[in-house]
């Protein structure tokens, strides 16, 4: 009914800054919240950022300061502007929406910073 699909992912050196983009379709509400989670190996998917339908953004601690998420509703795209990466920010990154009594997310794609 929804669908997600994220781009924007690869491989970059610690310092450096990567752009997320998550693109979706189907039955969207325009009431509908979107944002980021992320997931290393072995470990649990964590919250980084959520975004409203008027763009009002809230973020994890490790990312205050460094990411910031925005979204064009005319388009259906959420992104995810990530500056001054940290290797401890290596993971898939998995956009979702959250819909109704419904979670919609995409098959993520992956960050890795290096050292």
């Known amino acids: 009914q929804v669908q997600l699909v994220e781009s924007g992912g690869g491989l970059v050196q610690a310092g450096g800054s990567l752009r997320l983009s998550c693109a979706a379709s189907g039955s969207i509400s325009s009431i509908a919240a979107m944002g980021w989670y992320r997931q290393a190996p072995g470990k649990q998917r964590d919250l980084v950022a959520t975004?409203?339908?008027?763009?009002?953004?809230t973020y994890a601690d490790f990312a205050k300061g460094r990411f910031t998420i925005s979204r064009d509703n005319a388009k259906n795209t959420v992104d995810l502007q990530m500056n001054s990466l940290k290797p401890e920010d290596t993971a898939a990154y998995y956009c979702y929406l959250s819909q109704g009594w419904r979670n919609y997310w995409g098959r993520g794609t992956q960050v890795t910073v290096s050292s």
């Open positions: 975004i409203t339908s008027t763009g009002g953004g």
